[in-house]
Antibody, heavy 120, light 107 residues
Framework: EVHLVDSGGGLVQPGEYMTISCAVS????????MAWVRQAPGKGLEWVAV???????FYADSVQGRFFVSRDNSKNKVDLLMKRLRAEDTAVYYC??????????????WGQGTLVTVSS | EIVMTQSPVTLSGRPGERATLSCGAS??????LAWYQQKPGQAPRLLIY???TRATGIPARFSGSGSGTEFTLTISTLQSEDFAVYYC?????????FGGGTKVEIK
């Protein structure tokens, strides 16, 4: 059975950094396309970052150069390192899995989300 | 970037009624459209992909239609558990984009 468990959110000051994690079971992150999608309070969904099995990553313009996706194959998890955080990065961050081995696809499984609050 | 526009923003309905939600794309996306349901405090759940194929475990009262730029999600008979926010997402062009959502509330 597929499970994604998001963790590591909390309160962080503007300009600081935070790492959130997604622990996966039921499939391997090394053979699947993964993504982070965020949702600001009361707002809609926005994709943030994606990683393919080859380790290639792509980022939304709003986070390019500040956010970085990495993978721990031995622990079967994906991390999102967020640097130089801004108030507008405040959101629930969801780890999600692409349905097939392409970025041009929909998301079939989602983590429960972790809230990141950027505030002084 | 393809802009996805959902209407109405809020739909008020009663249990047992039919609900029709719309999603429009700023350019053709063929049938590369998914619908998600999100309840308060929960992650989105995949309902429909390929514009009309129900995901595993999704009840038959949910149906999707459309292609090109105009899409519809229909809930044939609203159940109490269907009151939620619904999002469409296109995956025909990069970057992937979502609509702003339609909230289905109890009338």
């Amino acid at each position: 059975e597929v499970h994604l468990v998001d963790s590591g959110g909390g309160l962080v000051q503007p300009g600081e950094y935070m790492t959130i994690s997604c622990a996966v079971s039921g499939f391997f992150v090394t053979t699947n396309h993964m993504a982070w999608v965020r949702q600001a309070p009361g707002k809609g969904l926005e994709w943030v970052a994606v990683m393919n099995p080859g380790g290639n990553t792509f980022y939304a313009d709003s986070v390019q150069g500040r956010f970085f996706v990495s993978r721990d194959n031995s622990k079967n998890k994906v991390d999102l390192l967020m640097k130089r955080l801004r108030a507008e990065d405040t959101a629930v961050y969801y780890c999600t899995k692409f349905s097939s081995n392409t970025f041009m696809d929909y998301f079939d499984y989602w983590g429960q989300g972790t809230l990141v609050t950027v505030s002084s | 970037e393809i802009v996805m526009t959902q209407s109405p923003v809020t739909l008020s309905g009663r249990p047992g009624e039919r609900a029709t939600l719309s999603c429009g794309a700023s350019q053709s996306i063929s049938s590369n459209l998914a619908w998600y349901q999100q309840k308060p405090g929960q992650a989105p759940r995949l309902l429909i992909y390929g514009a009309s194929t129900r995901a595993t475990g999704i009840p038959a009262r949910f149906s999707g239609s459309g292609s090109g730029t105009e899409f519809t999600l229909t809930i044939s008979t609203l159940q109490s558990e269907d009151f939620a926010v619904y999002y469409c997402q296109q995956y025909n062009n990069w970057p992937l984009t979502f609509g702003g959502g339609t909230k289905v509330e109890i009338k």
